[in-house]
């Protein structure tokens, strides 16, 4: 099965081979071909995300699934929250059933935060960690914002690479570790699991 996922940018670019490693572990024979789209910057919306979709959903080379994954926090006020940027998307596309929206709440790097210790090491500070759950950092301080800043306070005498470093910090760490604190990064998987016909996370 092809699946095509739009994705914003550099830090999905660096989590596509840790999820297909991740994914390849569960599912084996039934891997599917991942497509990651990649807009530079944000997924589109409205009128054009739809013929997006439906122009990977048809023709020769057509994929069986379109999965869009797009940040809450996009530097503007389109999505209140995770839920909201499901509904818009959902509405935007016209409720296709072979369409699934997906959002990180409040940006990709919420993912990272479980994984803080590596960060601290990365960074050469030991800025505590935000207190709150990873998908409870928000739109006021947002998860890339607390990264960034702990790297550029840091010994290490740089700022953080979405990159370079979303890559390391997810390589040096068990994905699941992640996956048990972050309900939106969970139902991300659970999608491709069950297109794939596989058990789901619980």
Known sequence: MKIAVLVEGATEKAFKPILEDFLRQRLQQKMPKLKFILYNGRIPKEEKLRRIVDNLLTGKDACGAVIALTDVYTGTKDFVDAADAKAKMTDWVGNNPKFYPHAAQYDFEAWLLPYWSTIQKLAQHNKS????????????????????EIFEIGKCNRSYSKIRDAATILRKNNLMDAINLCDELKGFLNTILSLCESDLIP
């Open 129 to 148: 960690a935000p207190s709150s759950l990873p998908e409870k950092v928000n739109h006021n301080n947002p998860p890339s914002y607390r990264i960034q």
